[in-house]
């Protein structure tokens, strides 16, 4: 892996500001009676993959560009383009941090200026704190001060899919390989050491999705695609929980408050009306429906103070939004 840290390189991407082409957007109802608006949509034939939000706005790429609006998805504008695939995305206060898949990390500020390559070669997903950029690739997983002063390899994990971090810890879900299907819940310490199992491992099949794994101050949360279900664990390991289960395909999800938004693409060869978007308690209960049904295509999913956002990965499609 090539990481760039001491000659910043800016890329010829950035200081776009092109208006999206459905504005006011596009409007139907969930099942609670929100309106579900979509926006973005038919801006050109790329799939629209990552999504992250905060209350400076909302957040998403597509294969070839990076995108932001307002919250509640107005006055969207392309921030940045020139990627191959733009997949995996997160932000601070002041910056979104993009993984072009399997090619680069890109740090750009939010108004999209200001772009520079982090690392290269072989990127998957990416996490950030206060101090530090934490990334996988091939070769393990990895962390840079934000200053890109160095690059240094915290863990050797193959088939790390999805990342998170809290005040100690760098917490991965691995998606197995065409090798070894076996999916696996670890930490391991953001100083470097032992990987620790937090879960058993579980049989998976074979997937690139990249956000499966969220973190509070208590548990750790993911999904399971294969299985259907949506777990938590302690975060120093112990007795996993199902929390909802019977789920078609679940491939993403987001903590919020006392909850957990979970994205459900159907299962092959089963009923489109599976697909949709659920909200289901952190302690267990009866799963909520934000948006279910044939005309729902969702893929990862993001939250602010008022609204939940999902993306489609459907050729031309858009991001859309319902209510909490």
């Not at 509640?72 to 941090?97: I, V």
């Not at 772009?115 to 997903?125: E, N, W």
């Not at 530090?132 to 091939?138: A, K, P, R």
């Not at 999916?183 to 953001?190: I, L, W, Y």
């Amino acid at each position: 892996m090539r990481a760039i840290s001491s000659v910043l390189v800016t890329l010829l991407l950035v200081g776009c500001s092109d208006q999206a082409t459905n504005d006011p957007p596009n409007t139907s109802y969930g099942p609670g009676g929100c309106p579900l608006v979509t926006f973005n949509e038919g801006v050109d034939e790329s799939a629209v993959n990552g999504i992250v939000a905060d209350e400076s706005g909302v957040y998403w790429t597509r294969d070839d560009s990076v995108w932001r609006a307002d919250p509640g998805g107005t006055s969207p504008k392309r921030l940045a383009q020139g990627f191959n695939l733009a997949y995996t995305l997160a932000m601070d206060d002041e910056a979104l941090y993009v993984v072009d898949y399997a090619e680069k990390l890109v740090r750009m500020n939010k108004d999209g200026s200001g772009a520079v390559v982090l690392a290269q070669d072989s990127i998957s997903v990416v996490a950030v704190d206060e101090s530090s950029v934490y990334f996988t690739s091939t070769a393990g997983l990895f962390r840079t001060p934000k200053d890109m002063s160095k690059v240094e390899s915290l863990a050797s994990i193959s088939g790390a899919g999805s990342i998170a971090v809290d005040d100690a810890f760098v917490y991965v879900r691995t998606i197995g390989n065409a090798d070894d299907l076996s999916g696996r819940t670890v930490r391991v310490p953001k100083a470097g050491g032992e990987i620790e199992e937090i879960a058993p491992p579980t049989t998976v099949t074979y997937h690139i999705f990249f956000h499966e794994l969220e973190v509070d101050g208590t548990n750790v949360y993911w999904v399971e695609p294969s299985a259907g279900t949506l777990m938590k664990a302690p975060k120093a390991g112990g007795t996993p929980v199902v929390l909802a289960k019977d789920l078609a395909d679940p491939v993403s999800l987001t903590l919020d408050g006392d909850d957990v938004y979970v994205t459900l693409r159907s299962k092959d060869g089963g009923s489109l009306d599976e697909r949709g978007v659920i909200r289901v308690p952190k302690e267990g209960g009866d799963v909520a429906n934000v948006a279910r049904g044939p005309q729902i295509s969702a893929f990862d999913v993001a939250v602010d103070a008022t609204h939940v956002y999902w993306t489609a990965r459907v050729a031309g499609a858009g991001v859309t939004m319902s209510c909490k």
